[in-house]
C-alpha cells in the first residue's frame, strides 16, 4: 500500500495527484505534510487533483474541507480539479457540499483559475497598498 | 407409484400422445401468423421426451436437478414466444393442453386413476405456471429495456458554444428520469470540459418538490465538478410553486429563457457577439 | 450467483479492502456506475462507523438478487457499546464523536434498502441493499 502521497512545487503553487484509495491515515497525513509544505515554500496557491478518485467519503470530504480552511488562513488559494460525475452525485446525496472550496474540470482550467484567483489578490493588496500611502501621506 | 406409472404412459405412447396434443392445440388455436404446426409438433416432441425423462426421477420437486431440462426448454419457449408477441394465455395453453389426451389414457390404462390424475394434473399446473412466470419475466425485462431507450432519447445535451452546455427538458419529471438526466449532463460536462451548463425547463408543465431537490442537487454536483449550471424557462405558475413549497434555490442562477440564459452564459466565456451591419 | 464473503474489520486498512470488494460486488450486479459509487460510499460511512465507534467487526458481503433484479447486500456488524437512541443518530448532523455526522443518515440516502439494529452494550447491526 501507498504510503505517502507525492506533493510537487511548481513556483508559487503545490500540485497534489490522489490517485490511490486513500486508507484514513494517508489522508491525515497528507493534511499534515501539505500545511507544512505550503509553510515551507510560502505557497499562493493549491491544486489538488482528484480525478482518479472513485469514491469520495465524508472522511476524505472533511479532509478537503479541512486543507482548505487551514490554507486560508495561511494565505494560500486551494482549487479542487477533476472530480468524477458519479462522486459528485454521491457526495451531494451524502449531504456534503464542500462550500467555499473552488473547484475546476480538470488540471489545465484548474491552473487557470488558480492564477487568475491569485492575481485577483495581489491586486488588491496592491490597490490598498497604495490606499495606504495615500492615506499616510495626507495626514502629513 | 404414481411417477413410474406416468413415466411409463408417456414412454409407450408417446407416438399417440404426440398426435392427440397437437391435435388439441390446433383446437384450443395455433396462431398460424406466428408460427406453423411443424414448429409445434416438434416442440411439442421435445418437451415429451424431456418429460418422460423427469417423471420416471419422481414428480414432487420441480426444484430438484432432474427437472432442469423441462424448465430449460420450457423457459426458452416462453420467453421467445413473448418476445413474438404470443399472449400469455396462449403460451400457457400450450401446456395445459397436454392435459385432455395424458388423462384420457389414464383413465383406460390404470387400475386407480384419480390418484395418478391428481399427479399428473398437479404437475402439469405446475409447469403450465412456470411458463406464465418465465413469460411474465421476459416482458418486464423488456418494458425495463424500453424504459431505459425511451429515457436516454428524451434527454439530449446539445453543445451550444464551445463550453456551452444546454439540455432542453420536455415533457413531465419523475425523479427517476431527473436522475437520468442529471447523470447524462455532468458526463457530458466532463466529455466536452464545459463550463456552463443550461438546464431548461420550458417544456415541463409541473415541478414537484421531489423534481426542485434533484435539480439542485444537480446545480450542486456540477459546482463539485467545477461547472456553473443556469436553469432557464421557469414559467410563473412553477415559480410560485418553487416558491409555494419552500425550495430553497439558494445561489442557483435562474433565467427567464433560454436566450437571457445563452446570453449570460456567453458574458461569463467573455464573448461579444457583434452584428456584422453595424459597422 | 449467491456469493457470500466474510471480511475482517479491525483496522483502518480494512476499509480500503472493504470498498474494492463492495466494487467488485457491485459490478458483478451490473449496477450503473452511479450506483456503484454510491454503494462504496455508503459501505465506506457504516465501515468507518463501525471500527471508531464499534470498535471493529465484520463485513459480509453477497451478491444475490432482489425480486428478480441482481443485487448487492452488505451486513456490517460491530461488538462495540452500540447506540442509544437511533432516531436521534439517524438524523443529519448528529455525532457523539468528532464527525460531520452524516455516517448513517447519509448513507441511508445512498443505498435503496436500509436497516439498523443496536442497543446498548449490544452492538450494532447495520443491513444495505443497493440493486439494478
Same mark, same amino acid.
Given at each position: 500500500?501507498? /504510503?505517502?502521497?507525492?506533493?510537487?512545487?511548481?513556483?508559487?503553487?503545490?500540485?497534489?495527484?490522489?490517485?490511490? /484509495?486513500?486508507?484514513?491515515?494517508?489522508?491525515?497525513?497528507?493534511?499534515? /505534510?501539505?500545511?507544512?509544505?505550503?509553510?515551507?515554500?510560502?505557497?499562493?496557491?493549491?491544486?489538488?487533483?482528484?480525478?482518479?478518485?472513485?469514491?469520495?467519503?465524508?472522511?476524505?470530504?472533511?479532509?478537503?474541507?479541512?486543507?482548505?480552511?487551514?490554507?486560508?488562513?495561511?494565505?494560500?488559494?486551494?482549487?479542487?480539479?477533476?472530480?468524477?460525475?458519479?462522486?459528485?452525485?454521491?457526495?451531494?446525496?451524502?449531504?456534503?457540499?464542500?462550500?467555499?472550496?473552488?473547484?475546476?474540470?480538470?488540471?489545465?482550467?484548474?491552473?487557470?483559475?488558480?492564477?487568475?484567483?491569485?492575481?485577483?489578490?495581489?491586486?488588491?493588496?496592491?490597490?490598498?497598498?497604495?490606499?495606504?500611502?495615500?492615506?499616510?501621506?495626507?495626514?502629513? | 407409484?404414481?411417477?413410474?406409472?406416468?413415466?411409463?404412459?408417456?414412454?409407450?405412447?408417446?407416438?399417440?400422445?404426440?398426435?392427440?396434443?397437437?391435435?388439441?392445440?390446433?383446437?384450443? !388455436?395455433?396462431?398460424?401468423?406466428?408460427?406453423?404446426?411443424?414448429?409445434?409438433?416438434?416442440?411439442?416432441?421435445?418437451?415429451?421426451?424431456? $418429460?418422460?425423462?423427469?417423471?420416471?426421477? !419422481?414428480?414432487?420437486?420441480?426444484?430438484?436437478?432432474?427437472?432442469?431440462?423441462?424448465?430449460?426448454? $420450457?423457459?426458452?419457449?416462453?420467453?421467445?414466444?413473448?418476445?413474438? !408477441?404470443?399472449?400469455?394465455?396462449?403460451?400457457?395453453?400450450?401446456?395445459?393442453?397436454?392435459?385432455?389426451?395424458?388423462?384420457?389414457?389414464?383413465?383406460?390404462?390404470?387400475?386407480?386413476?384419480?390418484?395418478?390424475?391428481?399427479?399428473?394434473?398437479?404437475?402439469?399446473?405446475?409447469?403450465? $405456471?412456470?411458463?406464465?412466470?418465465?413469460?411474465?419475466?421476459?416482458?418486464?425485462?423488456?418494458?425495463?429495456?424500453?424504459?431505459?431507450?425511451?429515457?436516454?432519447?428524451?434527454?439530449?445535451?446539445?453543445? $451550444?458554444?464551445?463550453?456551452?452546455?444546454?439540455?432542453?427538458?420536455?415533457?413531465?419529471?419523475?425523479?427517476?428520469?431527473?436522475?437520468?438526466?442529471?447523470?447524462?449532463?455532468?458526463?457530458?460536462?466532463?466529455?466536452?470540459?464545459?463550463?456552463?451548463?443550461?438546464?431548461?425547463?420550458?417544456?415541463?408543465?409541473?415541478?414537484?418538490?421531489?423534481?426542485?431537490?434533484?435539480?439542485?442537487?444537480?446545480?450542486?454536483?456540477?459546482?463539485?465538478?467545477?461547472?456553473?449550471?443556469?436553469?432557464?424557462?421557469?414559467?410563473?405558475?412553477?415559480?410560485?410553486?418553487?416558491?409555494?413549497?419552500?425550495?430553497?434555490? !439558494?445561489?442557483?442562477?435562474?433565467?427567464?429563457?433560454?436566450?437571457?440564459?445563452?446570453?449570460?452564459?456567453?458574458?461569463?466565456?467573455?464573448?461579444?457577439?457583434?452584428?456584422?451591419?453595424?459597422? | 450467483?449467491?456469493?457470500?464473503?466474510?471480511?475482517?474489520?479491525?483496522?483502518?486498512?480494512?476499509?480500503?479492502?472493504?470498498?474494492?470488494?463492495?466494487?467488485?460486488?457491485?459490478?458483478?450486479?451490473?449496477?450503473?456506475?452511479?450506483?456503484?459509487?454510491?454503494?462504496?460510499?455508503?459501505?465506506?460511512?457504516?465501515?468507518?462507523?463501525?471500527?471508531?465507534?464499534?470498535?471493529?467487526?465484520?463485513?459480509?458481503?453477497?451478491?444475490?438478487?432482489?425480486?428478480?433484479?441482481?443485487?448487492?447486500?452488505?451486513?456490517?456488524?460491530?461488538?462495540?457499546?452500540?447506540?442509544?437512541?437511533?432516531?436521534?443518530?439517524?438524523?443529519?448532523?448528529?455525532?457523539?464523536?468528532?464527525?460531520?455526522?452524516?455516517?448513517?443518515?447519509?448513507?441511508?440516502?445512498?443505498?435503496?434498502?436500509?436497516?439498523?439494529?443496536?442497543?446498548?452494550?449490544?452492538?450494532?447491526?447495520?443491513?444495505?441493499?443497493?440493486?439494478?
Amino acid at each position: 500500500m501507498v /504510503d505517502k502521497i507525492p506533493i510537487l512545487k511548481m513556483g508559487k503553487y503545490l500540485l497534489l495527484s490522489i490517485q490511490v /484509495d486513500m486508507h484514513d491515515q494517508l489522508a491525515l497525513d497528507l493534511q499534515e /505534510d501539505l500545511t507544512n509544505q505550503i509553510v515551507k515554500h510560502r505557497a499562493k496557491g493549491v491544486l489538488i487533483d482528484i480525478s482518479s478518485l472513485e469514491i469520495v467519503d465524508s472522511f476524505i470530504g472533511r479532509m478537503l474541507s479541512h486543507i482548505a480552511n487551514v490554507s486560508r488562513i495561511l494565505d494560500a488559494k486551494v482549487i479542487v480539479v477533476g472530480m468524477q460525475p458519479a462522486v459528485a452525485i454521491t457526495l451531494v446525496e451524502l449531504g456534503l457540499s464542500l462550500d467555499g472550496i473552488a473547484t475546476a474540470l480538470n488540471v489545465e482550467k484548474g491552473m487557470a483559475r488558480l492564477e487568475q484567483m491569485v492575481a485577483d489578490d495581489e491586486l488588491l493588496e496592491l490597490a490598498r497598498g497604495e490606499e495606504r500611502d495615500t492615506s499616510a501621506k495626507a495626514g502629513d | 407409484m404414481p411417477a413410474s406409472v406416468i413415466a411409463e404412459l408417456l414412454q409407450q405412447h408417446e407416438r399417440e400422445l404426440l398426435d392427440e396434443w397437437v391435435t388439441a392445440q390446433r383446437l384450443a !388455436g395455433i396462431r398460424t401468423d406466428l408460427v406453423d404446426e411443424e414448429t409445434v409438433r416438434s416442440n411439442s416432441q421435445e418437451l415429451l421426451k424431456l $418429460l418422460t425423462v423427469a417423471a420416471a426421477e !419422481g414428480l414432487d420437486d420441480l426444484h430438484s436437478a432432474h427437472w432442469t431440462p423441462v424448465k430449460g426448454m $420450457l423457459d426458452r419457449l416462453s420467453r421467445s414466444q413473448s418476445r413474438q !408477441g404470443f399472449t400469455s394465455s396462449e403460451t400457457a395453453t400450450f401446456v395445459f393442453s397436454l392435459k385432455e389426451p395424458l388423462f384420457a389414457r389414464i383413465q383406460a390404462q390404470c387400475a386407480n386413476p384419480v390418484e395418478v390424475l391428481w399427479d399428473a394434473s398437479k404437475l402439469l399446473d405446475k409447469l403450465g $405456471l412456470y411458463c406464465v412466470e418465465s413469460y411474465m419475466g421476459s416482458r418486464e425485462a423488456i418494458i425495463r429495456e424500453q424504459q431505459e431507450s425511451m429515457l436516454e432519447l428524451s434527454t439530449p445535451v446539445v453543445e $451550444l458554444w464551445k463550453g456551452i452546455l444546454a439540455i432542453p427538458l420536455i415533457g413531465s419529471l419523475d425523479s427517476n428520469r431527473t436522475q437520468i438526466v442529471m447523470e447524462a449532463l455532468l458526463e457530458k460536462i466532463v466529455q466536452t470540459e464545459s463550463d456552463l451548463a443550461i438546464i431548461d425547463i420550458t417544456g415541463v408543465p409541473t415541478v414537484d418538490t421531489m423534481v426542485a431537490q434533484h435539480l439542485l442537487k444537480t446545480v450542486t454536483a456540477a459546482k463539485l465538478m467545477g461547472a456553473k449550471c443556469i436553469i432557464s424557462g421557469i414559467r410563473p405558475q412553477i415559480a410560485a410553486t418553487i416558491v409555494h413549497l419552500g425550495v430553497e434555490l !439558494g445561489d442557483v442562477v435562474t433565467k427567464a429563457s433560454l436566450a437571457d440564459a445563452f446570453q449570460m452564459a456567453l458574458k461569463e466565456l467573455n464573448v461579444r457577439l457583434v452584428s456584422a451591419t453595424a459597422r | 450467483m449467491a456469493k457470500k464473503e466474510i471480511l475482517p474489520l479491525k483496522q483502518e486498512t480494512d476499509i480500503v479492502l472493504i470498498r474494492q470488494r463492495v466494487r467488485q460486488s457491485a459490478e458483478v450486479a451490473k449496477l450503473g456506475l452511479v450506483s456503484q459509487t454510491k454503494i462504496v460510499t455508503a459501505a465506506s460511512e457504516i465501515a468507518r462507523n463501525a471500527l471508531i465507534y464499534g470498535g471493529g467487526g465484520e463485513c459480509v458481503i453477497e451478491d444475490t438478487a432482489r425480486n428478480g433484479r441482481s443485487a448487492v447486500h452488505l451486513v456490517i456488524t460491530d461488538q462495540g457499546k452500540g447506540i442509544e437512541d437511533i432516531n436521534k443518530a439517524m438524523v443529519d448532523g448528529y455525532t457523539s464523536g468528532n464527525g460531520l455526522g452524516l455516517g448513517l443518515s447519509g448513507a441511508k440516502r445512498l443505498v435503496d434498502e436500509f436497516a439498523i439494529e443496536s442497543a446498548p452494550g449490544k452492538g450494532t447491526r447495520v443491513e444495505l441493499w443497493k440493486w439494478r
